[in-house]
């Protein structure tokens, strides 16, 4: 970019250049000689004047840019900060769900569902800061345990979802049981010397086990519960194909 000093010279010049040929022109019409001082001041006075005018303009047309620039920053802030879950920085139900069919994500995924277990219990015995905490601490654990490119988010109060893409079942079975042995060995004292443990139900489910991911994700999600109803701090990863199926026909018409 051409330095504001060296840019108004370009545009003043040719001012100064057009002053002096229009003082010898009219030199010439009315036959009246024209000083040398005034010569002089038909040069100046276009870049006396015009430089300052084209500085203001020039620093006003840089403060403009400046400003769309901010402008378009915050608005990214604001567009990122709507995706996410305030808390925890994860993406929220919503564009999660986006998240999963963007750029026509293929069906060998995998899907996961967690939820903390007896969550209720550390908020009503610890207080809901200590609850939050352990949102937190679990979320930690959560991303640690899941590979780069893998899709995060929070889909319900102490619920969280996990879409790895063109990961076959074994594959997200390792993830899921890497996740629930890194919630487990969470350290979590929410009282001096108090140790409350902190363990997640899990269900896996393959996209191309249903006909679409809202599908796969009720699998995964009712495949959860069974890891609740089955003891807790557990992964399921099989069955209830056929309940899901079910469940879809009895919501058709």
């Not at 899990?202 to 699998?219: F, H, P, Q, S, T």
């Not at 495949?223 to 609740?228: G, L, P």
């Amino acid at each position: 970019m051409m330095a504001r000093p060296g840019k108004a010279l370009v545009i003043c010049l040719p001012s100064a250049g057009l002053a002096m040929g229009l003082a010898y022109g009219l030199e010439w019409l009315l036959d009246a000689p024209i000083s040398r001082a005034g010569l002089l001041s038909s040069a100046l006075v276009p870049i006396i004047i015009g430089m300052p005018v084209i500085f203001f303009i020039e620093g006003q047309s840089i403060k403009l840019k400046n400003a769309i620039m901010t402008l378009d920053l915050v608005r990214e802030e604001a567009e990122e900060r709507a995706k996410r879950d305030s808390m925890t920085g994860l993406y929220n139900h919503q564009h999660f769900m986006e998240k999963i069919h963007e750029g026509g994500r293929r069906d060998d995924g995998s899907l996961i569902i967690l939820d903390i277990d007896h969550f209720k219990n550390i908020n009503d015995s610890y207080g809901h800061a200590q609850g939050d905490e352990a949102l937190i601490r679990v979320v930690a654990a959560v991303r640690k345990a899941v590979r780069a490119n893998d899709v995060v988010g929070r889909i319900g109060g102490e619920e969280f979802a996990v879409f790895l893409l063109d990961a076959n079942k074994e594959e997200a079975r390792k993830v899921a049981a890497r996740i629930r042995q890194t919630v487990e060995n969470i350290e979590f004292i929410p009282e001096d010397g108090v140790k409350a443990p902190l363990t997640v139900s899990v269900g896996v489910a393959m996209k191309n086990e249903m006909d679409n991911v809202v599908g796969a994700m009720k699998l995964a999600d009712m495949r959860m519960y069974k890891a609740k109803q089955s003891g807790r701090n557990q992964v399921v990863d099989s069955g209830l194909e056929a309940e899901v199926f079910d469940l879809a026909r009895g919501t058709q018409g």
